[in-house]
């Protein structure tokens, strides 16, 4: 069983900013593509931003410039640093992980999820 734990999230002023980190345990093997996706309330779910295992990025025309994305594939880990932030950016961010995992003697891969972790930006 694989398992995403986030951290880091909370209220901060505008032009604050934050770092959210995700973290990957479980039968490992390898992880593809990490990212971090927002929801905000009562919107769809959106790709803020993600990082291939070979250190391709791509970013939200709405955070690039803002936000940095960057990757610890010896610790399975994600995180997001965010700056100069927006009431706009006020969602609930989830970490996302394209897995290869071991389950006996079989290599499987699917895609995990974070419990997600609120972000508040707010004066």
């Known amino acids: 069983q694989v398992q995403l734990v986030e951290s880091g999230g909370g209220l901060v002023q505008p032009g604050g900013s934050l770092r959210l980190s995700c973290a990957a345990s479980?039968?490992?093997?390898?992880?593809?593509?990490m990212g971090w996706y927002r929801q905000a309330r009562g919107k769809q779910r959106e790709l803020v931003a993600a990082?291939?295992?070979?250190?391709?990025?791509n970013y939200a025309d709405s955070v690039k410039g803002r936000f940095t994305i960057s990757r610890d594939n010896a610790k399975n880990a994600v995180y997001l640093q965010m700056s100069s932030l927006k009431p706009e950016d006020t969602a609930v961010y989830y970490c996302?992980?394209?897995?290869?995992?071991?389950?006996?003697?079989?290599?499987?891969?699917?895609?995990?999820w974070g419990q997600g972790t609120q972000v508040t930006v707010s004066s």
């Open positions: 990082m291939s295992s070979g250190g391709s990025t």
């Open positions: 996302n992980a394209d897995v290869r995992y071991l389950r006996g003697s079989y290599v499987f891969r699917n895609d995990y």
């Open positions: 479980g039968s490992i093997l390898g992880i593809n593509a």
